[in-house]
Every structure is written in C-alpha cells, then in structure tokens.
C-alpha cells in the first residue's frame, strides 16, 4: 500500500509539473486531468471516498470540459510559438522555492512529523481508537452529509449562492455586447 | 506513507501552481495553476482529516470543490472577454492600466 502511495504521489507530482511546463495548453489541461483522477485514487487510499466521487464528477468530468471548451475557443498556434515564460519566471521560481522550504521547515519541526514517520495515512489501523469496528465505504458518504447538512449548513447555502452568481458572472462576462 | 509526507505533496502541488500563476503567460495555463493550488489545499484538508479522523477537512473539500468550479466559470468568462477584445490569450497583452 505504501508503494502505491508513493507511486501516485509520483504521478500527481508529474501531472502538476506537466501542467506548470507544457508547451500546449492542451497537454496542460489533460496533464492536469489525469492528476486530478490520481487525486482521486488517492482521496480513496485516504477513506474519503464522498470527496474522491466528488473529485471525479465536479473536477475531472465538469470543470476539465469546460476548461477545454475554453481552450477550443481561444487557442492559437501564435501563442504557442511565443515564449511562454514572463522575464519573473526566475524570481518567481527563487520566492516559490523559498516558501516551499519554509513550509517543508515548518512541517519538519511540528507536532506531526515528531513521531516516528508520522501516523500512518490509510485508516485501517487508525481506525482501531475512533471506531470499534473498521467502516465501510458507504458510511463516510452518510457521516460526511451529517457534518454538511448540520454543522455546515449555513456555509453550503452560502456556497450554492456563491455558485449561482459566480456562473451568472461568467455568462456576463463572455456574453456578446456586455 | 505517512501524513507529514502527503502534506508535503500538498505543498508540492500548491507551490507549483503558485509558480505557475506567477510565471506563465498563457492565461488558460495561469487558470490551470490556480486548480492546481486548489489541489494542494483539497489535499491537505483530507490529509489531515485522515489524521485526526474528523470529517471536518473533507466537508471543506467539498467546500473547495464548489468555489473552484466558481473560479473556473469567471475564469473563463474573463478569458473569452479578453480574447474577444484582444484576440488573444496572453495575460502580457493585456496591460491597459499600466498607462
């Protein structure tokens, strides 16, 4: 199980740097797909099987298509031929570098990498002290919809409205004579 | 695996992203970086939910799902806004208020 964890993480990573490097926004957006269905895999691997449904449906099947009917719509083979770069791109790499050390430096002298690796990540063993028996899939659907609808209820309205205008908006924003 | 090192995907997938907001030029690719940042986050949420098993984190996920697709409906319609008026993709061409 380890080994495919890290394997996965593997591909995500690639997936990120093929989005960050790619030439074609094309190959950035399937890179970025295919790390959103490792995602997923590894939200299973992690006992969140709700979101890792959520994340295939929203992310990889709703979101990814309308990102490439934006593509369809805009790209050119003029702007591939340009650079693809700003003149930033090497502070821009020295400050990303800097806050990913800091926040790896963080990380390494907090509470949770103190113990030995770490807690391991897939829940069967840490299942053992939240519940006396090991959960099965479908009850993580039916606790996370109790923590949504009781404790979140208010902010999941604010969502589907936050939702509703956000697409208004986009429909203003690409509409013919605004 | 342990926790520490899937959060440090995380921040992995999140610091990429940042760098691609600040250094790519094609505007799609700069929408592409801000999911990816999202990635990162979602990922840390569920992360430590694992760790604590509290379904707290993955409830924000679905959060961070919902406002991403958001980002993204804007986010396009600013690229097809901008593309309409400046036939093209470029965030560089797009320097208006510079003066």
């Known amino acids: 199980m380890t080994v495919f964890m890290i394997l996965l993480a593997a591909v995500i990573v690639a997936c990120a740097l093929g989005v960050v490097f790619a030439r074609s926004p094309i190959t950035a957006a399937v890179s970025l797909l295919v790390g959103f269905l490792g995602l997923a895999v590894l939200y299973l691997a992690l006992r969140a099987e709700f979101v890792a449904a959520v994340q295939v449906l929203v992310y990889a099947g709703g979101i990814m298509v309308l990102y490439l009917f934006g593509i369809m719509l805009v790209d050119n083979q003029v702007l591939r031929l340009t650079r693809q770069v700003h003149f930033q791109a090497w502070p821009a790499f020295v400050l990303v570098l800097a806050l990913f050390l800091w926040m790896g430096h963080r990380l390494y002298h907090s509470e949770y990498a103190a113990s030995p690796g770490g807690r391991p990540a897939v829940a069967a063993t840490a299942d053992a002290e939240a519940s006396p028996q090991p959960a099965p899939a479908a009850d993580n659907t039916r606790r996370v919809a109790k923590v949504l609808y009781g404790d979140f209820l208010y902010p999941f309205e604010a969502a589907s409205i936050l939702l509703l205008v956000a697409v208004v908006g986009g429909v203003f924003l690409a509409k013919k004579e605004v | ?99």
């Open chain 2, 1 to 99: 695996m342990s926790i520490p090192a899937l959060v440090l995907v995380g921040f992995l997938l999140f610091c990429l992203g940042i760098f691609g907001v600040l250094a790519r030029r094609n505007f799609i690719v700069v929408l592409l970086s801000i999911e990816l940042i999202f990635a990162g986050a979602g990922l840390n949420f569920v992360a430590f939910s694992n760790l604590w098993q509290n379904l707290t984190g993955q409830v924000f996920t679905v959060f961070l799902i919902a406002v991403a697709a958001g980002e993204a409906a804007v986010g396009l319609g600013l690229l097809i806004a901008l593309y309409r008026v400046k036939h093209t993709a470029n965030v560089d061409e797009a320097r208006e208020l510079k003066g």
